[in-house]
Protein backbone atom coordinates (compact mmCIF):
# COMPACT_ATOMS: atom_id res chain seq x y z
CA UNK A 1 0.00 0.00 0.00
CA UNK A 2 1.40 3.92 -0.65
CA UNK A 3 1.96 6.01 1.92
CA UNK A 4 0.44 8.94 0.04
CA UNK A 5 -1.88 9.07 -2.85
CA UNK A 6 -3.59 11.16 -5.53
CA UNK A 7 -6.26 10.02 -7.28
CA UNK A 8 -7.65 12.19 -10.12
CA UNK A 9 -6.59 15.08 -8.23
CA UNK A 10 -8.14 18.63 -9.45
CA UNK A 11 -7.61 21.78 -7.80
CA UNK A 12 -7.09 25.61 -8.76
CA UNK A 13 -7.71 29.68 -8.12
CA UNK A 14 -10.94 31.08 -8.81
CA UNK A 15 -11.99 30.26 -12.37
CA UNK A 16 -8.24 28.60 -13.02
CA UNK A 17 -7.82 24.86 -13.16
CA UNK A 18 -4.23 24.51 -12.33
CA UNK A 19 -3.76 20.56 -12.00
CA UNK A 20 -6.61 18.21 -13.69
CA UNK A 21 -7.02 14.12 -13.29
CA UNK A 22 -3.29 13.95 -11.08
CA UNK A 23 -2.92 10.79 -10.33
CA UNK A 24 0.43 9.61 -8.34
CA UNK A 25 1.96 7.42 -5.55
CA UNK A 26 4.33 7.92 -2.93
CA UNK A 27 5.76 4.79 -1.60
CA UNK A 28 7.54 4.52 1.42
CA UNK A 29 10.58 5.77 2.19
CA UNK A 30 10.93 6.95 -1.00
CA UNK A 31 11.50 10.22 -3.09
CA UNK A 32 9.39 11.23 -5.24
CA UNK A 33 10.68 14.01 -7.94
CA UNK A 34 8.33 16.39 -9.41
CA UNK A 35 9.54 18.76 -12.23
CA UNK A 36 8.07 21.11 -15.28
CA UNK A 37 8.18 24.14 -16.56
CA UNK A 38 6.37 27.28 -14.73
CA UNK A 39 2.86 27.39 -14.44
CA UNK A 40 2.95 23.47 -14.89
CA UNK A 41 0.62 23.11 -11.49
CA UNK A 42 3.98 21.90 -9.37
CA UNK A 43 3.26 24.20 -6.23
CA UNK A 44 -0.74 23.74 -6.09
CA UNK A 45 -0.01 19.90 -6.77
CA UNK A 46 1.92 20.34 -3.14
CA UNK A 47 -0.96 22.21 -1.84
CA UNK A 48 -3.66 20.02 -3.03
CA UNK A 49 -2.09 16.94 -1.02
CA UNK A 50 -1.56 19.35 2.15
CA UNK A 51 -4.86 20.64 2.21
CA UNK A 52 -3.39 24.59 2.10
CA UNK A 53 -5.65 24.12 -1.35
CA UNK A 54 -8.58 22.38 -1.54
CA UNK A 55 -9.56 19.93 -4.20
CA UNK A 56 -12.12 20.30 -6.66
CA UNK A 57 -12.07 16.74 -8.01
CA UNK A 58 -10.20 13.56 -7.14
CA UNK A 59 -8.86 12.10 -3.91
CA UNK A 60 -5.73 12.23 -1.45
CA UNK A 61 -5.76 8.75 0.49
CA UNK A 62 -3.11 8.41 3.46
CA UNK A 63 -2.15 4.59 3.57
CA UNK A 64 -5.28 3.70 1.48
CA UNK A 65 -8.08 6.26 3.86
CA UNK A 66 -9.73 9.28 2.00
CA UNK A 67 -8.19 12.54 3.58
CA UNK A 68 -9.25 14.80 1.03
CA UNK A 69 -12.02 16.32 3.38
CA UNK A 70 -9.37 17.08 6.27
CA UNK A 71 -8.00 20.82 6.65
CA UNK A 72 -4.31 21.45 6.44
CA UNK A 73 -3.73 20.82 10.33
CA UNK A 74 -5.56 17.29 10.44
CA UNK A 75 -2.92 16.42 7.77
CA UNK A 76 -0.30 17.42 9.65
CA UNK A 77 -1.48 15.52 12.51
CA UNK A 78 -1.38 12.50 10.59
CA UNK A 79 2.30 12.81 9.56
CA UNK A 80 2.45 15.24 6.43
CA UNK A 81 4.71 18.30 6.75
CA UNK A 82 5.52 21.05 3.76
CA UNK A 83 8.30 23.41 3.14
CA UNK A 84 6.78 26.06 1.08
CA UNK A 85 8.75 28.18 -1.52
CA UNK A 86 10.26 30.96 0.42
CA UNK A 87 10.87 29.40 3.24
CA UNK A 88 8.59 31.52 5.35
CA UNK A 89 10.09 31.89 8.34
CA UNK A 90 9.12 33.60 11.43
CA UNK A 91 11.79 36.90 10.81
CA UNK A 92 11.02 38.10 14.55
CA UNK A 93 11.83 34.70 16.34
CA UNK A 94 15.09 33.12 16.81
CA UNK A 95 16.19 30.16 15.21
CA UNK A 96 15.44 27.92 18.26
CA UNK A 97 11.95 29.20 18.32
CA UNK A 98 11.27 28.74 14.63
CA UNK A 99 12.49 25.14 15.15
CA UNK A 100 10.80 24.44 18.46
CA UNK A 101 7.21 25.75 16.77
CA UNK A 102 7.77 22.48 14.06
CA UNK A 103 7.64 20.38 17.43
CA UNK A 104 5.03 22.61 18.95
CA UNK A 105 3.10 19.12 19.99
CA UNK A 106 5.67 17.11 21.13
CA UNK A 107 6.52 16.55 24.97
CA UNK A 108 10.20 19.10 26.11
CA UNK A 109 12.36 15.76 25.66
CA UNK A 110 10.98 14.44 22.27
CA UNK A 111 11.30 18.58 20.84
CA UNK A 112 15.31 18.10 22.26
CA UNK A 113 15.91 14.93 20.72
CA UNK A 114 14.64 16.23 17.54
CA UNK A 115 16.76 19.53 17.68
CA UNK A 116 19.51 17.46 17.96
CA UNK A 117 18.74 15.19 14.99
CA UNK A 118 18.13 18.49 12.74
CA UNK A 119 21.89 20.34 13.89
CA UNK A 120 23.18 16.17 12.81
CA UNK A 121 21.67 16.75 9.75
CA UNK A 122 22.38 20.63 9.32
CA UNK A 123 25.64 21.36 11.14
CA UNK A 124 25.66 24.68 10.44
CA UNK A 125 22.77 25.46 12.52
CA UNK A 126 24.25 24.66 15.91
CA UNK A 127 25.75 27.75 15.89
CA UNK A 128 23.12 30.21 14.86
CA UNK A 129 20.47 29.14 17.42
CA UNK A 130 20.00 31.97 19.10
CA UNK A 131 20.43 34.34 16.03
CA UNK A 132 17.26 35.92 14.33
CA UNK A 133 15.99 34.16 11.65
CA UNK A 134 15.72 37.68 9.90
CA UNK A 135 19.70 37.91 9.39
CA UNK A 136 20.23 34.40 8.08
CA UNK A 137 21.50 34.24 4.97
CA UNK A 138 19.13 32.27 2.19
CA UNK A 139 20.69 29.11 2.74
CA UNK A 140 20.58 29.33 6.47
CA UNK A 141 16.77 30.36 6.39
CA UNK A 142 15.92 27.17 4.12
CA UNK A 143 18.09 24.65 6.54
CA UNK A 144 15.47 26.00 9.31
CA UNK A 145 12.30 25.85 7.09
CA UNK A 146 13.33 22.14 6.54
CA UNK A 147 14.10 21.58 10.05
CA UNK A 148 10.88 23.25 11.01
CA UNK A 149 9.41 20.83 9.38
CA UNK A 150 11.40 17.72 10.00
CA UNK A 151 10.64 18.92 13.97
CA UNK A 152 7.04 17.41 13.14
CA UNK A 153 8.79 14.21 12.60
CA UNK A 154 6.75 13.44 9.41
CA UNK A 155 6.60 10.42 7.75
CA UNK A 156 5.77 12.21 4.38
CA UNK A 157 7.95 15.58 3.40
CA UNK A 158 6.84 17.79 0.77
CA UNK A 159 9.33 20.11 -0.18
CA UNK A 160 8.86 22.81 -2.65
CA UNK A 161 11.84 24.58 -4.94
CA UNK A 162 14.71 24.15 -1.94
CA UNK A 163 17.82 24.91 -3.94
CA UNK A 164 16.12 28.35 -5.62
CA UNK A 165 18.06 31.35 -5.32
CA UNK A 166 20.90 29.45 -2.93
CA UNK A 167 24.50 28.72 -4.10
CA UNK A 168 25.43 25.65 -5.10
CA UNK A 169 27.41 24.28 -1.94
CA UNK A 170 24.25 25.14 -0.06
CA UNK A 171 21.81 22.98 -2.57
CA UNK A 172 25.14 20.22 -2.14
CA UNK A 173 24.20 20.13 1.74
CA UNK A 174 20.73 20.26 1.56
CA UNK A 175 20.68 17.66 -0.85
CA UNK A 176 22.89 15.28 0.89
CA UNK A 177 20.64 15.33 3.11
CA UNK A 178 18.04 14.03 1.40
CA UNK A 179 19.41 10.20 2.01
CA UNK A 180 19.31 10.54 5.45
CA UNK A 181 15.54 11.50 5.39
CA UNK A 182 14.99 8.19 3.65
CA UNK A 183 17.26 6.38 5.56
CA UNK A 184 15.14 7.58 8.76
CA UNK A 185 12.15 5.78 7.51
CA UNK A 186 10.63 8.98 5.63
CA UNK A 187 8.99 9.93 2.16
CA UNK A 188 9.61 12.97 0.11
CA UNK A 189 8.24 14.47 -2.53
CA UNK A 190 10.45 17.16 -4.31
CA UNK A 191 9.32 19.82 -6.29
CA UNK A 192 12.21 21.35 -8.08
CA UNK A 193 13.92 22.96 -11.02
CA UNK A 194 16.89 22.01 -10.72
CA UNK A 195 16.43 18.68 -12.80
CA UNK A 196 19.61 16.82 -12.90
CA UNK A 197 20.04 17.59 -8.79
CA UNK A 198 16.24 15.41 -9.04
CA UNK A 199 17.46 12.57 -11.36
CA UNK A 200 20.55 12.15 -9.03
CA UNK A 201 18.01 11.54 -6.10
CA UNK A 202 14.40 10.36 -7.42
CA UNK A 203 13.07 6.52 -7.18
CA UNK A 204 10.63 7.86 -9.55
CA UNK A 205 9.79 10.87 -11.47
CA UNK A 206 6.91 12.83 -12.55
CA UNK A 207 6.51 16.17 -15.21
CA UNK A 208 3.67 18.12 -14.98
CA UNK A 209 2.51 20.44 -18.39
CA UNK A 210 0.02 22.82 -18.05
CA UNK A 211 -1.54 20.58 -15.11
CA UNK A 212 -1.25 17.52 -16.17
CA UNK A 213 1.31 14.37 -15.61
CA UNK A 214 3.22 14.13 -19.01
CA UNK A 215 5.82 11.84 -17.57
CA UNK A 216 5.72 9.20 -15.15
CA UNK A 217 8.94 7.01 -14.45
CA UNK A 218 11.81 6.20 -12.80
CA UNK A 219 13.49 8.97 -15.07
CA UNK A 220 15.93 6.29 -16.47
CA UNK A 221 15.29 7.72 -20.04
CA UNK A 222 16.27 11.48 -19.06
CA UNK A 223 19.52 9.73 -17.43
CA UNK A 224 20.27 8.19 -20.89
CA UNK A 225 18.92 10.75 -22.78
CA UNK A 226 18.95 14.54 -21.41
CA UNK A 227 17.39 15.71 -24.53
CA UNK A 228 14.20 13.87 -24.60
CA UNK A 229 13.34 15.81 -21.20
CA UNK A 230 13.01 19.27 -23.91
CA UNK A 231 10.17 17.36 -25.65
CA UNK A 232 8.14 16.38 -22.59
CA UNK A 233 8.51 19.69 -20.77
CA UNK A 234 6.72 21.48 -23.81
CA UNK A 235 4.31 18.70 -23.22
CA UNK A 236 5.13 16.14 -26.03
CA UNK A 237 4.53 12.27 -24.96
CA UNK A 238 7.77 10.63 -24.49
CA UNK A 239 8.23 8.61 -27.74
CA UNK A 240 7.05 11.46 -29.80
CA UNK A 241 9.82 13.78 -28.67
CA UNK A 242 12.34 11.07 -29.29
CA UNK A 243 10.87 10.44 -32.85
Known amino acids: MSLLSSVAVSAGYGD ?3 IDNITIDVEENSLL ?3 GPNGAGKSTFLRALT ?5 RGGQVLWQGTDIGHLPADARARKGISMVQEG ?3 FPSLTVRDNLELGGF ?3 RQERAERMTEVVDLFPALGGI ?3 SASVLSGGEQQMVALGRALMARPQCLLVDEPSLGLAPLIVDEIYEALPTLIERGMSVVLVEQEVDRVLEVADSLVVLHEGRIVYLGDGSEFRE ?3 SLAAVYLGHALDEGAA
Open 87 to 89: RRL
Open 33 to 35: GVI
Open 51 to 55: GVVPL
Open 225 to 227: NPD
Open 129 to 131: MDR
Open 105 to 107: HAS
Open 16 to 18: LVA
